[in-house]
T-cell receptor
């Protein structure tokens, strides 16, 4: 089974621009989560989608948004980029079923975003 | 609010030594899930284990073992006979039932020297 794929792997943008990151989950997985990893703040949860519905959202400004498509692929968008948005953005997929909360999440390799 | 604390920032050992990583968590929920992930230099987080709050049975899997104690809110992880390939950052994480998110600790960097 193919793992979680994220594109692009590396991205350089300038302040004020916007960016879209893409994530393809493991086949059969219906939940996709996004996390931001920085040296200062560590790993922080951005949002989680299941069957095209956002079930949870982290404490990030409205410039961060996401969506999930009917094939479970997900995108996240960051508008009006700031220097502090430079980070590794990780996508994770899981089966996402039931009320038990987070199942085992399988992470992609991440997208390294640098904002200049 | 849920919180995960990994007090050890860095651990350096010589190959074949045992390494124990500490994790203390805080939650008000009675049903929750605990995880350990490994992040090698390549950057990808690798899932190691998931335990639920009502299963305190400890487990050994190869060179890895886990010690879950609800009484002290701890979920420690041990690597026995460490190898150079075990060098990575290890993260403990917590998820409350119905929350659909992981709250991570700050991570512990493990360096195994040959």
């Amino acid at each position: 089974k193919a793992g979680v794929t994220q594109t692009p792997r590396y991205l350089i943008k300038t302040r004020g621009q916007q960016v879209t990151l893409s994530c393809s989950p493991i086949s059969g997985h219906r939940s996709v989560s996004w996390y931001q990893q920085t040296p200062g703040q560590g790993l922080q949860f951005l949002f989680e989608y299941f069957s095209e519905t956002q079930r949870n959202k982290g404490n990030f400004p409205g410039r961060f948004s996401g969506r999930q498509f009917s094939n479970s692929r997900s995108e996240m968008n960051v508008s009006t980029l700031e220097l502090g948005d430079s980070a590794l953005y990780l996508c994770a997929s899981s089966q996402g079923q039931g009320l038990s909360g987070v199942n085992e999440q399988f992470f992609g390799p991440g997208t390294r975003l640098t904002v200049l | 609010a849920q919180k995960v604390t990994q007090a050890q920032t860095e651990i350096s050992v010589v190959e074949k030594e045992d390494v124990t990583l500490d994790c203390v968590y805080e939650t008000r929920d009675t049903t929750y899930y605990l995880f350990w992930y490994k992040q090698p230099p390549s950057g990808e987080l690798v899932f190691l284990i998931r335990r639920n709050s009502f299963d305190e049975q400890n487990e050994i899997s190869g060179r890895y073992s886990w010690n879950f104690q609800k009484s002290t809110s701890s979920f420690n992880f041990t690597i026995t006979a460490s190898q150079v390939v075990d060098s990575a950052v290890y993260f403990c994480a917590l998820s409350e039932a119905g929350d659909y998110k992981l709250s991570f600790g700050a991570g512990t960097t493990v360096t195994v020297r040959a």
